[in-house]
């Protein structure tokens, strides 16, 4: 089993361009979430789905959009990038009790400039 | 409001010498309570976690962490480190939440340096 994958590992965006990133598990998990990690602050939760066709705000989700495309993926799309996103970004999947371990990918480092 | 508070940002300490990391948590409802680490330019994994039973949990590594649920806390400790336990260390508590999914709030991190 791959587990959690993220794809790109690195990008570098000017301030007004879009992506997106692509998040993938194999572990047959109902919930998926996107964080975002920055120096001393922890991991925060931009978005989260708790199940396939469901999708709800986190913490911080200004600034993003997400789409469940199917049970296995789960992207983040920025429209518009601003420098305040630059960040670490982390995909995670678990099940559906709230005693399971989150599982995350490797992440992807973005930075806007 | 749910929180979770680590202590020390950064914990210096020599290899072989006993370390501890200190959470300490606030919640008005029962919560589980996991460790993270993330190791450099990797995500985060699991490292322990403590859902009932013995307040005292431990990881394959030898780490071990006390649940005390007076004092709120949740520390993590290892009575002697390697250098490869040099890593950010994540404490979270699980919250329930209606809907069926599964709420992590973490606390900032403390990031282990272990100098030889």
């Known amino acids: 089993n791959a587990g959690v994958t993220q794809t790109p590992k690195f990008q570098v965006l000017k301030t007004g361009q879009s992506m997106t990133l692509q998040c993938a598990q194999d572990m047959n998990h109902n919930s998926m979430y996107w964080y975002r990690q920055d120096p001393g602050m922890g991991l925060r939760l931009i978005y989260y789905s708790a199940s396939e066709g469901t999708t709800d705000k986190g913490e911080v989700p200004n600034g993003y959009n997400v789409s469940r495309l199917n049970k296995r993926e789960f992207s983040l799309r920025l429209e518009s990038a601003a420098p305040s996103q630059t960040s670490v970004y982390f995909c995670?999947?678990?099940?559906?009790?709230?005693?399971?371990?989150?599982?995350f990918g490797p992440g992807t480092r973005l930075t806007v400039l | 409001a749910q929180s979770v508070t680590q202590l020390d940002s950064q914990v210096p300490v020599f290899e072989e010498a006993p370390v501890e990391l200190r959470c300490n948590y606030s919640?008005?409802?029962?919560?589980?309570l996991f460790w993270y680490v993330q190791y450099p330019n990797q995500g985060l994994q699991l490292l322990l976690k403590y859902l009932s039973g013995s307040t005292l949990v431990e990881s394959i590594n030898g780490f071990e962490a006390e649940f005390n649920k007076s004092q709120t806390s949740f520390h993590l400790r290892k009575p002697s480190v390697h250098i490869s336990d040099t890593a950010e260390y994540f404490c979270?508590?699980?919250?329930?939440?209606?809907?069926?999914?599964?709420?992590?709030?973490f606390g900032a991190g403390t990031r282990l340096a272990v100098h030889p």
């Open positions: 995670a999947s678990t099940g559906m009790s709230f005693a399971d371990t989150q599982y």
């Open positions: 919640s008005s409802v029962s919560v589980y």
């Open positions: 979270a508590v699980s919250l329930p939440v209606s809907g069926g999914y599964n709420k992590l709030i």
